[in-house]
């Protein structure tokens, strides 16, 4: 642990004293942004235009295209780990060999690779996040130790919330790397099957034919009765490997998951960001003004609470469909907002207690007793310890959110067609699940529980790390313990 | 768990009973504390002893141990906490640290009450205080239904409580800080026990209520003829209420004395700061005096004395012998006045070496200490 | 000296440059009550009620009392962290609880608190450097460089060493944490601290630093303390005067050492004799006050003290009653009050209504009980017995009416007035100063330093 002797100086000095640390973290994230440059620039730019591009007026959208076209340009650009360099398309020759794949392997094993090197790649992030941590607070951090040390010491000895962890982060590399992970792509396999197209090896005519992917789909659907299947980890008969089989319709069920996974992520985040956010705001104006502030917010968040929640959003995403908004992300934006519009008052109820608490320290009586503005002392002194509460809650929300919108999509109420979800997986393999063709619901349906038990896990896990009275055997319980409770 | 029969002091002029006919009797006690990162030894070898009717006062200051004595003679002392197997708590002639849970109720209640320093977390909120009463009644004496109510109602009317036929079945929040400690002390009462255990029972309590308190737990020691074993902070408390004195620091007993002798003739340095740091002692005084830095956490074994770095008169061996308690010379008048220090300055008729010598060998007698300075220290 | 921050004459809060000795502040008939709560109806919680002192430019003046006298409250009212609600509080010209805008900003400036309970004081997750230049910060003072050397002088200044800037409170012992309160109340050189409570949370060891450290500083820097305590002995050590509060009122006010040698009223005897003395062979001679205090509710019409005063002046022609009657009639008086208070659910209320009995039918035992053996002559029986009569049907309060018009004295019925007791301007309520009565010291156990 270095110690940078003159306490005066600001981060910035620091910084510039002694840049060595600093400068092999940013040389390291820029080498492993520049690898992947054109996936992650396809993740920012199409994530917008996905949501909101076709709702934009006449001349933005002008605007709004060339943006596109540049995000396109740059999505272009030679990435790693893309289908382009490790490609798991190809056809096998009679000899057994195979053409067109990665290195000559097997479609399975390339894509094997690749997901391999995809998910070791959203590792090392990972570990970057880390060690950038720890630069920071043994070079450039003035305080030798800070709570957060201490919460992050907890949160890696708690065993449940690192698995929940690990959870989220394959998740998370499945949304954001979906384009690559996917054995094909959405566009090619699932949104525009005829305008692409496939090689393969037709043995009768023993050449090398192109055919729609469209066609081949149509080759290639599980439906359950005796020989139309396509199940995991099997080919088809066009030599396409299928990691979770293939839906009614032929097209790739992993693809499908994979995108679905995007716009579950997506909704999520948005709802929640919706949803925290007016749940922090109320809550800290709740505990701070109390009074009239807490009782015109109590009515009205229990007027929304009265009502059913996923009734109302039935309601409401009928109402609304066919309007602008609905065809943003084909229903994805509407969810989010209803979600979000819904879900405050149960994540206000949850952080107004800790606010209340909070808001009852001293220190608070003693900012204003010097004349801090409420805004800073709402920020300062009392969202430092309503933001832990919060993520706990927002953590379990989330899954609640994910689950919530695969049933409506399940029930045809949700993001329409062709934008993948995964409740509308669930719901085609819905008549199929007695027969061979079980995959097609209970994969999606198990990923489901995966990610929402994940969720929970972090969520206890965060919960045991910011609070130290929890039942985790801390030193600071036994502490209080041996001192005989203070006396 | 057979006690150390081979007591330190014995041959050093006791107490005027001897040592078996005292109510409770603890020696060598010694409750540690098991945390990730190290084990507290919040009592390290303490030793003393409460005879029937008389009130020992236990004083310290937060961090000496006292609460935790008090939790050990209980039985409440749970993991990640436990005492140690030299440890020995003998109540009316029976040892207590071997026994079971469900041995140490019988135990508790009957023989050995004890009253906590918040009565609002010891009464339970959803159930009426007669209720509460009601239950230890139940449980201890085999009363229940009206029986069980209207002894209730007479304890109640016992400590002071008006009005209590109303008050019985009232809930602990309609009861002001004073009324609930006295309905916690007719609850330790209900049982009619032997020894009262009192961990600073008015502290939280103004101080014209606590007169009140104080002048009841009198009455009631006379009533009853209890033996109370009273722990405070407070000296002033200490010298209304105790007929002896022990003085905790860091886990350790540092002397014992009747009261009048110990506030007459404080010997140990730290009882001694403690005395002068009280403003009511210093009338008139300009600054008052102090006793620099903090209470340690003891933290390993005593290997020299813990007061040591803010005792005013340490010298080299107090930092590498471990102080006993040896007594120390009465001034007042009191017959078998049994005054002990743990301090290498007494016993005060011998030289340094020869004190030092002496300190050193009855840790090794006890296995206290695990100093091996021997004769070579000065 | 010389000060880079904003200058104070600009905002015309010229009281406080008075000479030392004059009085820095004026509170008259100062008033703070809390609403019940309640939506509807529900009395307010007076918790300061009615209160009359001046604060003398550097002294230290000690308001001590029990819990529930207010003094708490007074000291938040007066650096305006709660709202009066009537009286006022003068400083030279402005009348402080009227403050708004920039005067209220100066008046903050210059009036700081130091809290009481060093565990909750301070914002965990902020840096003692933080915590100490957060009030410079609000108050835009210097340069930033300039207030992080401040704050580092601050943290000398109070015992604590400059590399614990950028130490959490975590880090630190209860006494290190009140000095670090201390220092943040410094920080923008004040002239008027209000510390509640500073030393109750403390060790003894380590209150006799903390109070070292307040006297030490209010001699180098020139403070004004209002020193809110409940522990008479710290308070004779430091203060030079005290007024003494119970029930949002204060009772006496006068300088330390005659008040604790000689105190005149009946709540400070009775105040100073609880407090034990830490020394085995003294005497126990001691006032025991009976019951509890009255609610701020609703307290008592008449003197505050009279529900539990150990020397109540007896009405007219009921010389003769003997001594032990008297206390039963007081005892009474006080169980139908405690009824009156108590809650009753609503089953209770419906059964009370239809006329069955209910836990509150036992007024006529708790008669027995108090009167049983005693001979009641006519004028105290009959009152008694209506008394009795009226609660027995759930009327508590027309019983307490009854018996304060037939048995109540001077002391029930009206408010006492602030009599000057000596030559040092001590002032005490009660009516037994007027001269048709008995001195309190001339009544009861003796008590004080003095006596």
Redo the contacts between chains.
């Keep these: 642990m270095s110690v940078v002797d003159d306490?005066?100086a600001t981060l910035r000095e620091r910084l510039t004293d002694e840049p060595g640390p600093a400068l092999r973290v940013f040389a390291v994230v820029a080498a492993l942004v520049a690898v992947e440059f054109g996936a992650l620039a396809n993740l920012v730019m199409s994530l917008p235009w996905d949501a909101v591009g076709t709702a934009l007026p006449g001349f933005v959208q002008g605007v709004a295209a060339t943006l596109a076209g540049v995000g396109d340009a740059l999505a272009g650009l030679p990435t790693l780990l893309s289908r382009s360099v490790i490609d798991n398309a190809g056809y096998q020759l009679p000899s057994g060999e195979w053409e067109g794949t990665f290195m000559g392997l097997s479609p399975a094993i390339a894509w094997a690779i690749r997901v391999v090197l995809i998910y070791a790649y959203g590792f090392v992030w990972l570990l970057v996040g880390w060690w950038s941590y720890l630069v920071y607070r043994d070079n450039y951090r003035?305080?030798?130790?800070?709570?957060v040390d201490d919460m992050v010491g907890r949160f890696r000895n708690h065993s449940w919330g690192l698995f929940g962890l690990a959870i989220i982060f394959a998740f998370v590399v499945l949304a954001v790397f979906a384009p690559a992970l996917g054995p094909t792509t959405v566009d090619a396999n699932i949104a525009d099957p005829y305008l692409h197209s496939i090689e393969f090896y037709n043995e009768e005519t023993g050449s090398v034919e192109e055919m729609y992917v469209g066609d081949a789909n149509g080759d290639s659907q599980s439906r359950g009765q005796g020989g139309e299947n396509v199940g995991p980890l099997s080919y088809d008969q066009y030599d396409r490997f299928h990691p979770f089989g293939t839906l009614p319709s032929g097209k790739d069920l992993f693809t499908f998951m994979a995108a679905g996974a995007r716009v579950s992520l997506f909704i999520g985040v948005a709802s929640l960001a919706l949803a925290g956010g007016a749940a922090v705001v109320f809550a800290l104006a709740t505990a701070y003004y109390k009074g009239l502030v807490d009782l015109g917010i109590v009515i009205t968040s229990d007027s929304i609470q009265a009502m059913p929640q996923l009734l109302v959003i039935m309601l409401a995403s009928f109402v609304l469909s066919g309007t602008w908004l609905a065809n943003l992300y084909n229903g994805g934006v509407v969810l989010a907002l209803l979600f979000g519009l819904t879900g405050w008052p149960g994540l206000w109820r949850a952080v107004r207690g800790p606010a209340l608490q909070v808001s009852e320290?001293?220190?608070i009586?003693?900012?204003?007793?010097?004349?801090?503005?409420p805004s800073?002392t709402m920020r300062?002194?009392m969202l430092?310890?309503v933001v832990g509460y919060l993520l706990i809650y927002a953590s379990l929300t989330l899954g609640g959110v994910i689950i919530g919108v695969a049933g409506l999509s399940f029930l045809g109420l949700g993001i329409n067609a062709p934008t993948p979800e995964w409740g509308r997986a669930v719901s085609a393999g819905q008549p199929y699940v007695a027969t061979p063709s079980w995959h097609i619901s209970l994969l999606p349906g198990i990923l489901i529980v995966i990610v929402v038990t994940g969720f929970n896990a972090l969520g206890d896990g965060i919960r045991d790390a910011i609070d130290p009275q929890s039942d985790v055997d801390t030193g600071q319980q036994d502490q209080s313990a041996a001192a005989g409770g203070g006396a | 768990m057979a006690a150390d029969s081979s007591r330190p002091d014995a041959d050093a002029g006791t107490a005027t009973e001897a040592a078996d006919d005292r109510l409770l009797e603890v020696e060598n006690l010694q409750t540690v504390f098991h945390t990730e990162r190290e084990t507290i030894r919040a009592v390290d070898g303490i030793s003393f002893g409460i005879a029937e009717g008389e009130t020992l006062g236990l004083v310290g200051?937060?961090g000496s141990g006292k609460s935790v004595t008090a939790r050990s003679i209980m039985g409440l002392v749970d993991s990640p906490g436990e005492l140690l197997p030299d440890s020995s708590i003998r109540f009316d002639g029976r040892e207590l640290t071997g026994l079971s849970e469900k041995q140490y109720e019988r135990v508790r209640g009957g023989g050995v009450a004890m009253v906590f320093q918040d009565p609002l977390s010891t009464l339970n909120p959803v159930y009426t205080v007669g209720n509460q009463i009601e239950e230890a009644l139940s449980l201890h004496r085999g009363l229940s239904g009206m029986d069980a109510t209207e002894k209730a109602i007479e304890l109640l009317e016992d400590v002071g409580i008006?009005?209590a036929?109303?008050r019985v079945?009232?809930y602990p929040h309609?009861f002001?800080?004073?009324?609930r400690q006295r309905a916690v002390i007719a609850m330790a009462l209900a049982c009619d026990p032997d020894l009262l255990i009192c961990d600073e029972p008015t502290t939280a309590l103004?101080?014209?209520?606590?007169?009140?308190i104080?002048?009841l737990l009198a009455e009631l020691q006379e009533e009853h003829g209890l033996a109370i074993l009273f722990i405070t902070?407070?000296?002033?408390?200490?010298?209304?209420?105790?007929d002896r004195v022990a003085v905790m620091y860091a886990g350790e007993v540092v002397e014992q004395a009747p009261?009048?002798e110990l506030?007459e003739n404080p010997r140990h340095p730290y009882t001694r700061?403690?005395?002068r740091?009280?403003?009511?002692?210093?009338?008139g005084?300009?600054?008052?005096?102090?006793?620099?830095g903090?209470?340690p956490t003891p933290n390993a074994p005593a290997t020299d004395c813990r007061f040591a770095p803010r005792c005013p008169e340490a010298f080299d061996a107090c930092r590498e012998v471990h102080p006993e308690p040896v007594p120390v010379a009465a001034e007042t008048a009191d017959e078998g006045a049994d005054h002990s220090a743990a301090c290498l300055l007494y016993p005060e008729n011998e030289t340094r070496g020869q004190a030092v010598e002496r300190h050193t060998s009855e840790g090794e007698t006890t296995g206290a200490g695990a100093a091996d300075s021997g004769g070579d220290a000065r | 000296m010389s000060r880079p921050g904003p200058e104070r004459e600009a905002t015309g809060l010229a009281g406080l440059d008075c000479a030392p000795g004059e009085a820095l502040l004026s509170v008259r008939d100062l008033r703070t009550y809390y609403d019940s709560g309640e939506l509807i109806g529900g009395q307010p919680v007076k918790a300061v009620d009615g209160v009359s002192f001046d604060v003398r430019k550097g002294e230290t003046l000690g308001i001590v009392g029990?819990?529930g006298c207010g003094k708490t409250t007074l000291g938040?009212t007066l650096?305006?962290?709660e709202a009066a609600t009537g009286g006022e509080v003068r400083v030279g010209d402005d009348d402080v609880t009227q403050l708004s805008g920039e005067d209220?900003?100066a008046w903050?400036?210059n009036a700081?608190?130091v809290?009481?309970?060093p565990e909750?004081?301070?914002?965990?997750?902020?840096?003692v450097g933080e915590i100490v230049r957060?009030?410079l910060d609000?108050?835009d003072w210097g340069t930033p460089?300039e207030r992080?050397a401040r704050v580092r002088s601050l943290l000398e200044k109070v015992g604590l060493q400059e590399?614990h800037?950028?130490?959490?409170p975590?880090?630190f012992?209860g006494?290190q944490r009140q000095r670090v309160?201390i220092a943040?109340a410094l920080?923008?050189e004040p002239e008027f601290v209000v510390l509640d409570e500073p030393v109750s949370a403390l060790?003894?060891?380590?209150?006799?630093?903390i109070?070292?450290l307040l006297?030490d500083l209010q001699e180098e820097l020139g403070l004004t303390y209002l020193f809110i305590a409940?522990?008479?002995?710290?308070v004779?050590?430091i203060c030079d005067r005290v007024a003494v509060m119970y029930l949002g009122n204060v009772m006496e006010l006068g300088p330390t050492e005659e008040l604790f040698d000689d105190p005149a009223n009946p709540y400070t005897r009775?105040?100073l004799?609880?407090?034990?003395?830490?020394?085995?062979?003294?005497e126990?001679d001691?006032m025991?006050?009976r019951?509890?205090p009255p609610s701020p509710r609703d307290p008592p019409t008449g003197c505050p003290f009279s529900t539990r005063c150990p020397v109540k002046i007896r009405p007219d022609g009921f010389e003769a009653v003997d001594d032990e009657t008297w206390e039963a009639i007081e005892?009474f008086r006080?169980?139908l009050r405690?009824?009156g208070r108590?809650?009753r659910s609503l089953s209770e209320r419906a059964r009370e209504f239809l006329g069955f009995e209910t836990?509150?039918a036992?007024v006529d035992?708790?008669v027995d009980e108090l009167f049983a053996d005693r001979e009641l002559p006519g004028s105290v029986r009959e009152p008694v017995e209506r008394a009795s009569d009226l609660a027995r049907d759930g009327d508590e309060d027309a019983a307490l009416e009854h018996l304060r018009a037939e048995l109540g004295s001077v002391c029930d019925h009206e408010q006492p007035t602030a009599h000057g007791v000596d030559a040092t301007g001590r002032e005490s309520r009660c009516h037994r100063h007027d001269d048709e009565y008995d001195e309190p010291a001339a009544v009861g156990p003796s008590v004080g330093?003095a006596e």
Excluded at chain 1, 365 to 373: E, I, L, M, T, V
Excluded at chain 3, 165 to 168: E, G, I, K, T
Excluded at chain 3, 230 to 234: A, E, G, I, P, Q
Aim: with cysteine; proline share 5%.
């Design positions: 306490e005066d003035h305080a030798n130790w800070a709570p320290r001293e220190w009586d003693a900012a204003k007793s010097f004349g801090q503005r800073v300062k002194h430092p310890y | 200051e937060s008006p009005d036929a109303r079945s009232e309609e002001s800080g004073g009324m103004d101080v014209t209520i606590q007169a009140q104080l002048e902070h407070d000296m002033g408390v200490i010298a209304e209420v105790c009261v009048v506030f700061g403690l005395l740091s009280i403003p009511s002692t210093q009338r005084a300009d600054r008052l005096e102090t006793i620099e903090e209470v | 029990e819990s938040r650096v305006r962290l209220l900003q903050r400036r700081q608190v809290f009481q309970d909750s004081s301070l914002n965990d997750r902020m840096t957060e009030p609000v108050h460089a992080r590399e800037y950028y130490r959490y975590h880090q012992s006494g309160g943040r920080a923008l060790d003894v060891s380590v209150q006799a630093q109070l070292n006297m409940h522990d008479l002995s710290v004779e050590h009775a105040l004799s609880a407090v034990p003395e830490p020394d085995p062979t003294a126990i001691r025991t006050l019951g509890t005892v006080e169980t405690a009824r108590a809650e836990r509150f036992t035992e708790v330093d």
